[in-house]
């Protein structure tokens, strides 16, 4: 297909080379110009529909989606958590090239580029009705979005093949005959046809209509996105009180956070700014404290649905510290944060609800349809499962699950910390693959023991002498009983910890050492309460989570 429409581009030197050259370039420049007002026009209808039916969105999700796990945790790993920014360019990229490919095919021939855009918006299309959300209507702006990518492309490839004016008619030619192959030069731009004979390039008036299309995609893509702002929830999230919960969060110990008195060691909160985050949504899900609900479905005697007043208004509300870990974290990794939380005790909920006995699983589900297999004992029996709505003190961010989300403590956030939870379904692992499970992670997350070195940094030279090893280990539910370091090939040393605030959370470790000039290798490890001892076993986040010790080579100068 590429190599017969290349053949079709007339190549400069040929007999119409003289008037056409330069023509590709700028059908390369309509093509992109066309696909901006495709996309702009798209951005506007989606402000009216809602923002995941934008193509840019609705393709990204869907790669998201259909992406091979490796593929993915390899974008995680090299994006971090910048893997959805990644991912919106990644998708602008290939719409770019495209488009260049559409305006250079469209220049030959009008049909061909109006069916490659059509062909582009079916794709926006099919993969926003599809969704996990997806709705009939999330179709339109796809729709009307190629609909006026076709218009521009033909408006801007018409002045690269005007129709040559005829000479003034001679007095005694046919005037009727001037006409019709006016005519025909006319519907031949219209409809494309190769034959062009006598075709010239009108750069002015390319030159005007590229900047009244670059000016129509900017203003609608721009205000489609301001518009879009309406579904924002940050007002609504903002002008949340939260209650004050019946049991509040045991005091800290005197001396709890290790942090300010070590530079580079994390502190033991982190903030929801800084708190990691991951999830396969590229638009957040913004649902209204207003129109919230969670459903509670499957395996219970009697379910019932919540409001968000119906669990604000609770009197057995918690506060509880607890740390959060995503199971692709790689030995040392960063994706593990503490916070704050105040939520209902997730066992009197499914309690009330008359959870039968048959359920081995809660499948979880999110306002975008992203489902989360929580074993249901867990759910049960684990002290501080809880259904959390703040964080450090706020409502909780939108991107981290506004306004209602899942914790188990010890299980890994992907079998147990469902976002933006809208439903409940008691089930069993039998009968249904979570999300994650059916790309093959294992379905039941236990968290590995894990400590890591947060100071000195990793081959930044530093001046020799006393200075402090420091960092964080964490098992949660289990606690962390002691962390060794080893220099080199020196014995391990035992660390000193941050006081036990509760089994839930990280501890903090230091061991201040005296180091000589020259690089040497740190490695730590970690025990728990119930006395095991970290592996030194490697092991891949995929499928069930990294394991082995974290080793890094430091200099001293
Ligand atoms: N709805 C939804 N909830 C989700 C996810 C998701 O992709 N969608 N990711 C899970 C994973 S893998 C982790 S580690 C935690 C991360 O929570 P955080 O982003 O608040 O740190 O959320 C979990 N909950
Ligand atoms: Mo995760």
Known sequence: MTTSVHAMVPTPGSSRGGRGRGRRPLAALAGLLAAAVALGAAELVA???????????????????????????????????????????????????????????????????????????????????????????????????????????FALLAPLTAPVRSPAPVPSADPAGHADERTVDRLREVLGSGDRKGAALDRRRFVLTSGMALGAAVVTGGGGRL????????????????????????????????????????????????????DTAISVPRIRPADYRLEMAGMFDSPRSYTLADLFERDDLVERDITLTCVSNEVGGGLAGTARWIGIPLAAVLRENGIRAGSDQLLCRSEDGMTIGAPTRSALQVDDAMLAFGMNGEPLPVEHGFPVRMLIPGLYGYVSACKWLVRIEATTFDAVDAYWVQRDWAAE???KIASRIDTPAPLREFPAGRRAIAGVAWAQTRGIATVEVRVDDEDW?????????????????????????????????????????????????????????HTIQVVAA
């Open 47 to 153: 402000a009216l529909v809602g923002p995941a039916s934008s193509p840019v969105i609705a393709v990204g999700d869907k790669a998201i989606t259909l992406t091979p796990e490796p593929v993915k945790a390899f974008a995680i790993r090299t994006f971090g958590e910048n893997d959805k920014i990644a991912l919106v360019v990644g998708t602008l990229a290939v719409i770019a090239v495209y488009a260049v490919v559409v305006g250079l095919v469209g220049l030959r021939s009008r049909r061909l580029g109006a069916l490659g855009i059509a062909l582009f918006g079916l794709v926006g299309a099919v993969a926003a009705i599809t969704g996990p959300a997806g709705a009939p209507l999330d179709a339109l702006p796809s729709l009307v979005g190629a609909a006026a990518g076709v218009a521009a492309l």
């Open 227 to 278: 518009l879009q702002r309406r579904f924002d929830v940050a007002g609504d999230r903002a002008a949340l009180r939260l209650p004050t919960p019946s049991s509040a969060a045991p005091a800290l110990p005197a001396g709890a956070d290790l942090a300010p008195g070590i530079d580079g060691l994390t502190p033991l909160f982190t903030s929801n700014r800084e708190f990691y985050r991951v």
């Open 445 to 447: 997350g236990p968290i």
């Open 493 to 549: 040393a035992e660390a000193r910890l941050s006081p036990e605030v509760d089994a839930d959370l990280w501890r903090q470790w230091v061991l201040p050492y005296d180091f000589t000039p020259g690089r040497h290798s740190l490695t730590v490890r970690a025990t728990t309460v119930d006395g095991e001892v970290q592996t030194e076993a490697r092991a891949t986040p995929f499928p069930a989570g990294s394991s082995g010790w």
